[in-house]
């Protein structure tokens, strides 16, 4: 296959492109999904293909094809190259790229045990006996399900300045949940994250760790007494956001705002833009003094980890936030050239077919020094709220509306019961000012998040945010209808 | 694009070579090209092609699927071997009833080897031409211009062998200036039915500036949707309740509502993939025939859901032709082609019986907020305006919603006579997701939250 790259740089850069890369990818996934004692999905998936980018006058051209022979390659360079030139027609300006170091490596995710390796059975079977512990414990629950993923990519990566990258990415994970309906209300648990549940860079041991069965009764519980709970009352208090959702909060409102793409504005028509514009790097007070948010594409088990990005990048990790003040964006070579700096490494596609563009990585939100029992304790008022159920964000990542499954009324520094149907809303730069408390690193875990959107077509990438439980103060919650 | 015969061949092939009781083999390839814009350049000129096969290998009660993008004989055998070891590693499905049955199909004529065919030079100019119209306006050009082609072939060792192929196009123009934006799509199956300067003309309407951009107390207030708006509230509310697994999951608000008459006699919502509007298939991904389904008629909820044909006979009826491609879940089935009828009012007619209140052009990221209760919470983006005595007197900053679908509908005063096909291309470039919709006067809309622009 190599030599089928080769041919397909060759091709291009005879034609009179100034730069080009190609990736062929071979993606292999597993999916088993339960319900009720079902298995409703079973599926196991191979696609493969190649993908060529080129630059030619200043401009970007890219062709994906699922042919592998050596005519369809070439052929599929030409395309390439065609693109790149019509385009390069309607510009304003080049596309310059910063400088990249030039790479020969491999590279595999660490794991003890290969998830494909692992009967499906043995999989089918946790999944049905969660499924069967769930139905045991209120006649109102009525849709138990189990989700188990598995994910393998191989890829080669080649550019005309030399680098030749192999990379191997594996993830896994799953999760289960019960939703407890009656006639006028349906109420929903999942452990150990909503829709689908939690994944990580790390083989079958990731899904084992997860326990599900051990937590199967409680979420089934919960849920059948949400059923019965009071609505979340409107009202301006203190909001303690559990790590599940914590993730989702630094996802929408700190990961795609700091997409540079986005800050540029090749994502307006779609996506939306960011209020983080270029003057407010180094200087704008996103946070308040406890909000130091990194990136680290290295980080071990983080499902924004790989060792080099779809532009042969390494991975790396630097400052986002510190003590409150927004310091980098995620960037590309294409971008990164505006601030006169190299790439820092977060250009990904989400597979052979489409063009690499800039994706969070892990996106970690640093422990602070709280102990979570010291900090509920610390807490007159409020609730503490987690596992996601709705999220919304304007286009300029600014208003936000979550709504979590669940809420823990907190009075008087202990937890006093539950709220049904919680949402809390805000301002972005004034809800992370408004935090006064991050917990400490035992309360800090790596959240894997599997669907996250972007581009046209829509790519869905694989990304991580690591956080503990953080406290926020005088935020609007209980908008329901 | 594999093209018919060598699609139905390789279906053919795999079906003889499956060991499995029964066999399904399903087929969705495209060709496709998207030019992306942004600050009035094009920045991403993209083409893909690909084509799937999803076999559904069915062992006794037991039920296996799996995928591959090489059309080859050995690739095929090698994902009809997966996929009967997958159903070997099942666990029963009792009440599986076996593949559906071969039923008459009509195809029609989706193909337009124009779209097909239309090169990189040609679209770059149109988008070059685009951008030039903005000029005057001093507005920049952002958007995609997609045109393409796909396939789709199913067939199942009951006899279903079928095949139909099409194009699409769709052309966004986002026009932006410092403080303002304007939205206007469209989409068709001939490329060069597109009114580009039309399309434009749209856009800079609503990324005008007035006098004055005000911002509204959250609260409620009347509201004109643009059918835009009016697409995104319907395709949620085919998530939220309108298939069988809702239903099933009793977590449809179809089952409380079931023949009581919620809205005006001049609500009606159906789903018709065979409607030249929307822009279907003639069969689902089972191979069974399209029709329609009416889920609103004249204001009286009629009960129907969208079925495929395992949720169907679970529930004692027939598959309404609703399947999804197999790895979706057995039981599901969304109608995704949503027509609602027209009204007789004139876009100006609705301003008018409005009088005072918001008129919006689009939401963005909508988020269901309870399912049953129908509760969507979203923004509104690219042109929201205050109108006065049917006058548009002011841009109004962004706001947020929080509001039931179904007491929107039920609010719904006034529909417009003209209706326009929205097709949700960021979703499903191989199964179109569409809806065909009108503007709605509607006289409560509950805004929940505002944005700083």
Same mark, same amino acid.
């Given at each position: 296959?190599?030599? /089928?790259?080769?041919?397909?740089?060759?091709?291009?850069?005879?034609?009179?492109?100034?730069?080009?890369?190609?990736?062929?990818?071979s993606?292999?996934?597993?999916?088993?999904?339960?319900?009720?004692?079902?298995v409703?999905?079973?599926?196991?998936?191979?696609?493969?293909?190649?993908? $060529?980018?080129?630059?030619?006058?200043?401009?970007?051209?890219?062709?994906?094809?699922?042919?592998?022979?050596?005519?369809? $390659?070439?052929?599929?360079?030409?395309?390439?190259? =065609?693109?790149?030139?019509?385009?390069?027609?309607?510009?304003?300006?080049?596309?310059?790229?910063?400088?990249?170091?030039?790479?020969?490596?491999?590279?595999?995710?660490?794991?003890?045990?290969?998830?494909?390796?692992?009967?499906?059975?043995?999989?089918?079977?946790?999944?049905?006996?969660?499924?069967?512990?769930?139905?045991?414990?209120?006649?109102?629950?009525?849709?138990?399900?189990?989700?188990?993923?598995?994910?393998?990519?191989?890829?080669?990566?080649?550019?005309?300045?030399?680098?030749?990258?192999?990379?191997?990415?594996?993830?896994?994970?799953?999760g289960?949940s019960?939703?407890?309906?009656?006639?006028?209300?349906?109420q929903?648990?999942?452990?150990?994250?909503?829709?689908?549940?939690?994944?990580?860079? =790390?083989?079958?041991?990731?899904?084992?760790?997860?326990?599900?069965?051990?937590?199967?009764?409680?979420?089934?519980?919960?849920?059948?007494?949400?059923?019965?709970?009071?609505?979340?009352?409107?009202d301006?208090?203190?909001?303690?956001?559990?790590?599940?959702?914590?993730?989702?909060?630094?996802?929408?409102?700190?990961?795609?705002?700091?997409?540079?793409?986005?800050?540029?504005?090749?994502?307006?028509?779609?996506?939306?833009?960011?209020?983080?514009?270029?003057?407010?790097?180094?200087?704008?007070?996103?946070?308040?003094?406890?909000?130091n948010?990194?990136?680290?594409?290295?980080?071990?088990?983080?499902?924004?980890?790989?060792?080099?990005?779809?532009?042969?990048?390494?991975a790396?990790?630097?400052?986002?936030?510190?003590?409150?003040?927004?310091?980098?964006?995620?960037?590309s070579?294409?971008t990164?050239?505006?601030?006169?700096?190299?790439?820092?490494?977060?250009?990904?596609?989400?597979?052979?077919?489409?063009?690499?563009?800039? =994706?969070?990585?892990?996106?970690?939100?640093?422990?602070?020094?709280?102990?979570?029992?010291?900090?509920?304790?610390?807490?007159?008022?409020?609730?503490?709220?987690?596992?996601?159920r709705?999220?919304?964000?304007?286009?300029? =990542?600014?208003?936000?509306?979550?709504?979590?499954?669940?809420?823990?009324?907190?009075?008087?520094?202990?937890?006093?019961?539950?709220?049904?149907?919680?949402?809390?809303?805000?301002?972005?730069?004034?809800?992370?000012?408004?935090?006064?408390?991050?917990?400490?690193?035992?309360?800090?875990?790596? /959240?894997?998040?599997?669907?996250?959107?972007?581009?046209?077509?829509?790519?869905?990438?694989?990304?991580?945010?690591?956080?503990?439980?953080?406290?926020?103060?005088?935020?609007?919650?209980?908008?329901?209808? | 694009?594999?093209?018919?015969?060598?699609?139905?061949? #390789?279906?053919?092939?795999?079906?003889?070579?499956?060991?499995?009781?029964?066999?399904?083999?399903?087929?969705?390839?495209?060709?496709?090209?998207?030019?992306?814009?942004?600050?009035?350049?094009?920045h991403?000129?993209?083409?893909?092609?690909?084509?799937?096969?999803?076999?559904?290998?069915?062992?006794?009660?037991?039920?296996?699927?799996?995928?591959?993008?090489q059309?080859?004989?050995?690739?095929?055998?090698?994902?009809?071997e997966?996929?009967?070891?997958?159903?070997?590693?099942?666990?029963?499905?009792?009440?599986?009833?076996?593949?559906?049955?071969?039923?008459?199909?009509?195809?029609?004529?989706?193909?337009?080897?124009?779209?097909?065919?239309?090169?990189?030079?040609?679209?770059?100019?149109?988008?070059?031409? #685009?951008?030039?119209?903005?000029?005057?306006?001093?507005?920049?050009?952002n958007?995609?211009?997609?045109?393409?082609?796909?396939?789709?072939?199913?067939?199942?060792?009951?006899?279903?062998?079928?095949?139909?192929?099409?194009?699409? %196009?769709?052309?966004?123009?986002?026009?932006?200036?410092?403080?303002?934006?304007?939205?206007?799509?469209?989409?068709?199956?001939?490329?060069?039915?597109?009114?580009?300067?039309?399309?434009?003309?749209?856009?800079?309407?609503?990324?005008?500036a007035?006098?004055?951009?005000? %911002?509204?107390?959250?609260?409620?207030?009347?509201?004109?949707?643009?059918?835009?708006?009016?697409?995104? #509230?319907?395709?949620?509310?085919?998530?939220?309740?309108?298939?069988?697994?809702?239903?099933?999951?009793?977590?449809?608000?179809?089952?409380?509502?079931?023949g009581?008459?919620?809205?005006?006699?001049?609500?009606?919502?159906?789903?018709?993939?065979?409607?030249?509007?929307?822009f279907?298939?003639?069969?689902?991904?089972?191979?069974?025939?399209?029709?329609?389904?009416?889920?609103?008629k004249?204001?009286t909820?009629?009960?129907n859901?969208?079925?495929?044909?395992?949720?169907?006979?679970?529930?004692? %009826?027939?598959?309404?032709?609703?399947?999804?491609?197999?790895?979706?879940?057995?039981?599901?089935?969304?109608?995704?082609?949503?027509? #609602?009828?027209?009204?007789?009012?004139?876009?100006?007619?609705?301003?008018?019986?409005?009088?005072?209140g918001?008129?919006?052009?689009?939401?963005?990221?909508?988020?269901?907020?309870?399912?049953?209760?129908?509760?969507?919470?979203?923004?509104?983006?690219?042109?929201?305006?205050?109108?006065?005595?049917?006058?548009?007197?002011?841009?109004?900053?962004?706001?947020?919603?929080?509001?039931?679908?179904?007491?929107?509908?039920?609010?719904?005063?006034?529909?417009?006579?003209?209706?326009?096909?929205?097709?949700?291309?960021?979703?499903?470039?191989?199964?179109?997701?569409?809806?065909?919709?009108?503007?709605?006067?509607?006289?409560?809309?509950?805004?929940?939250?505002?944005?700083?622009?």
């Amino acid at each position: 296959m190599k030599q /089928h790259l080769s041919l397909a740089l060759d091709t291009v850069e005879d034609m009179g492109s100034s730069y080009a890369d190609v990736r062929w990818i071979s993606r292999k996934t597993q999916n088993i999904y339960t319900k009720n004692q079902k298995v409703e999905a079973f599926s196991e998936n191979l696609s493969q293909g190649i993908g $060529i980018r080129v630059l030619y006058n200043g401009a970007w051209g890219f062709a994906g094809t699922n042919k592998t022979d050596e005519k369809s $390659i070439i052929d599929t360079a030409k395309r390439a190259l =065609r693109l790149a030139r019509a385009a390069s027609r309607v510009k304003v300006l080049d596309v310059m790229l910063s400088e990249a170091p030039t790479v020969r490596d491999s590279y595999k995710t660490p794991y003890k045990t290969d998830p494909f390796s692992i009967p499906t059975d043995d999989i089918i079977e946790t999944l049905i006996h969660c499924d069967e512990i769930m139905n045991e414990q209120d006649e109102f629950i009525k849709v138990r399900e189990g989700h188990f993923d598995a994910y393998s990519e191989k890829k080669d990566f080649m550019s005309t300045e030399g680098s030749e990258i192999y990379q191997e990415i594996l993830w896994c994970g799953g999760g289960i949940s019960a939703s407890a309906v009656c006639s006028e209300d349906s109420q929903t648990r999942s452990y150990p994250a909503s829709f689908g549940g939690e994944y990580s860079t =790390r083989g079958f041991e990731f899904f084992e760790e997860l326990e599900l069965e051990k937590h199967a009764a409680k979420i089934a519980q919960e849920a059948a007494a949400l059923l019965k709970a009071p609505q979340c009352p409107q009202d301006k208090t203190t909001l303690l956001l559990g790590g599940s959702q914590l993730a989702l909060q630094i996802h929408e409102s700190c990961g795609h705002p700091i997409e540079l793409d986005r800050v540029l504005g090749m994502e307006a028509s779609f996506a939306g833009t960011s209020f983080l514009t270029p003057d407010k790097r180094g200087e704008f007070q996103y946070g308040s003094k406890h909000v130091n948010i990194h990136c680290d594409a290295a980080y071990p088990g983080g499902m924004g980890t790989f060792a080099y990005d779809d532009e042969g990048i390494p991975a790396q990790k630097y400052d986002v936030v510190r003590e409150g003040i927004f310091k980098n964006y995620l960037t590309s070579r294409e971008t990164a050239v505006l601030f006169e700096e190299d790439s820092n490494g977060t250009v990904r596609a989400d597979g052979w077919e489409r063009m690499p563009m800039i =994706r969070m990585t892990n996106i970690n939100l640093e422990p602070g020094e709280w102990n979570i029992d010291e900090l509920i304790k610390d807490t007159q008022k409020g609730i503490l709220v987690d596992t996601n159920r709705s999220w919304s964000i304007d286009q300029q =990542r600014l208003n936000f509306q979550f709504g979590t499954e669940i809420a823990y009324k907190v009075e008087e520094g202990s937890i006093e019961g539950i709220y049904k149907n919680p949402t809390y809303t805000g301002i972005t730069p004034e809800f992370w000012r408004s935090c006064d408390a991050v917990t400490d690193k035992n309360n800090w875990q790596m /959240h894997g998040i599997p669907h996250c959107g972007k581009g046209e077509p829509m790519q869905t990438m694989f990304v991580g945010h690591g956080c503990s439980t953080a406290r926020f103060r005088n935020v609007q919650i209980g908008v329901f209808d | 694009m594999i093209g018919k015969e060598q699609a139905l061949n #390789m279906i053919e092939y795999a079906l003889g070579k499956s060991p499995a009781d029964q066999t399904e083999i399903l087929m969705m390839g495209h060709d496709h090209f998207l030019t992306r814009y942004a600050n009035s350049q094009i920045h991403q000129n993209t083409a893909e092609e690909n084509s799937t096969f999803f076999i559904k290998a069915v062992l006794g009660k037991k039920i296996g699927i799996s995928t591959i993008n090489q059309a080859t004989p050995k690739a095929l055998e090698t994902a009809v071997e997966s996929a009967c070891k997958a159903a070997k590693n099942q666990k029963e499905v009792n009440d599986y009833p076996g593949l559906p049955q071969k039923a008459p199909i009509v195809d029609f004529n989706a193909f337009c080897p124009r779209t097909a065919e239309i090169n990189a030079e040609e679209k770059a100019l149109i988008v070059q031409d #685009m951008i030039v119209r903005t000029h005057g306006d001093r507005m920049a050009l952002n958007g995609a211009f997609y045109t393409g082609s796909y396939e789709v072939a199913a067939g199942n060792t009951n006899g279903i062998l079928a095949y139909h192929k099409g194009t699409l %196009t769709d052309i966004s123009a986002l026009t932006s200036s410092n403080n303002t934006t304007g939205y206007a799509s469209a989409s068709a199956r001939d490329v060069d039915t597109i009114d580009y300067t039309r399309l434009i003309e749209e856009s800079l309407e609503s990324a005008k500036a007035y006098d004055k951009t005000i %911002t509204l107390e959250p609260g409620k207030y009347p509201v004109v949707l643009e059918e835009y708006a009016v697409a995104d #509230m319907l395709i949620y509310l085919s998530y939220m309740g309108l298939s069988a697994e809702s239903v099933e999951n009793e977590n449809s608000f179809l089952i409380p509502h079931r023949g009581e008459k919620l809205f005006s006699e001049s609500i009606s919502l159906f789903d018709d993939a065979l409607n030249p509007l929307a822009f279907g298939t003639p069969f689902d991904y089972e191979g069974v025939p399209k029709s329609r389904l009416d889920f609103i008629k004249k204001g009286t909820i009629t009960g129907n859901c969208s079925h495929n044909h395992y949720s169907a006979f679970k529930a004692g %009826t027939k598959t309404t032709g609703h399947a999804l491609p197999p790895d979706a879940g057995l039981s599901t089935a969304y109608p995704f082609h949503l027509i #609602m009828e027209a009204g007789d009012a004139q876009n100006q007619d609705l301003l008018d019986a409005m009088g005072t209140g918001i008129l919006i052009k689009r939401f963005h990221y909508l988020t269901s907020v309870h399912d049953l209760k129908t509760i969507l919470s979203g923004m509104t983006r690219d042109g929201v305006f205050w109108v006065e005595k049917g006058k548009i007197t002011a841009r109004i900053s962004d706001m947020r919603f929080t509001q039931s679908i179904i007491e929107a509908l039920k609010n719904v005063e006034a529909l417009s006579s003209k209706r326009k096909s929205i097709w949700f291309r960021d979703f499903s470039v191989d199964f179109p997701i569409t809806a065909v919709v009108p503007r709605l006067f509607i006289k409560e809309f509950n805004f929940t939250g505002q944005t700083e622009f």
